[in-house]
């Protein structure tokens, strides 16, 4: 069983349309993380929760809207996305310690149409 | 603000040649510094990373990254390059004070040719 497992893999979607991208980590770790990757630019970092506490939220679109029901979980809603939005979005935990490591999802290709 | 700058997007080396993937980053205060590699379809994964002592630290597969603090930079070699080498090299860096943002490169895409 993978350390960060993320849900669906692939997800084409309409700009009308509301979907969630899943998240569960195995590891223990109180700290979760949402990224986005687009092609040739730095990582985007979205969203962090600390033990289920929204700490960080870098000027994210309200069109995003994280959720964390516990430690374990986090999912990210969509909802009138953008062609733009099309991207692959990581999820990440850490257990919050200073200069921990992050520990990835292997990510979920996004694509709006 | 932090923020890391990768200087090359793309590195074609031949095998068993050496490579060297730059890294330079911007910090008012004191960081961490990070190497993470993504392999093709897989999420990122932690290479090595400089907390305290000694600026050279090395990874377990033969890379070896630099920290310098002069010339704000963290760059990554390896003196023999295989084709499983093939991947993606993020570079990134935390605060020391704390805090929970890592800040990542653009990343360099390292092609390794037989």
């Known amino acids: 069983e993978t350390g960060v497992t993320q849900t669906p893999r692939h997800l084409v979607m309409g700009m009308t349309n509301k979907k969630s991208l899943k998240c569960e980590q195995h590891?223990?770790?109180?700290?979760m993380y949402w990224y986005k990757q687009s092609a040739k630019k730095p990582l985007e970092l979205m969203f962090v929760y600390s033990l289920e506490e929204r700490v960080e939220n870098n000027s994210v679109p309200s069109r995003f809207s994280p959720e964390c029901p516990n430690s374990s979980h986090l999912f990210l809603h969509l909802h009138t996305l953008q062609p733009e939005d099309s991207a692959l979005y990581l999820c990440?935990?850490?257990?919050?310690?200073?200069?921990?490591?992050?520990?990835f999802g292997e990510g979920s290709w996004l694509t709006v149409v | 603000a932090q923020s890391v700058t990768q200087l090359d997007s793309q590195v074609p080396v031949f095998e068993e040649a050496p490579v060297e993937l730059r890294c330079n980053y911007s910090s008012s205060v004191s960081v961490y510094l990070f190497w993470y590699v993504q392999y093709p379809n897989q999420g990122l994964q932690l290479l090595l990373k400089y907390l305290s002592g000694s600026t050279l630290v090395e990874s377990i597969n033969g890379f070896e990254a630099e920290f310098n603090k002069s010339q704000t930079s963290f760059h990554l070699r390896k003196p023999s390059v295989h084709i499983s080498d093939t991947a993606e090299y993020f570079c990134?860096?935390?605060?020391?004070?704390?805090?929970?943002?890592?800040?990542f490169g653009a990343g360099t895409r390292l092609f390794v040719k037989a």
């Open positions: 590891l223990g770790h109180n700290a």
């Open positions: 990134a860096v935390s605060l020391n004070t704390g805090g929970f943002k890592t800040i």
């Open positions: 990440a935990s850490g257990d919050g310690t200073v200069g921990n490591t992050i520990y």
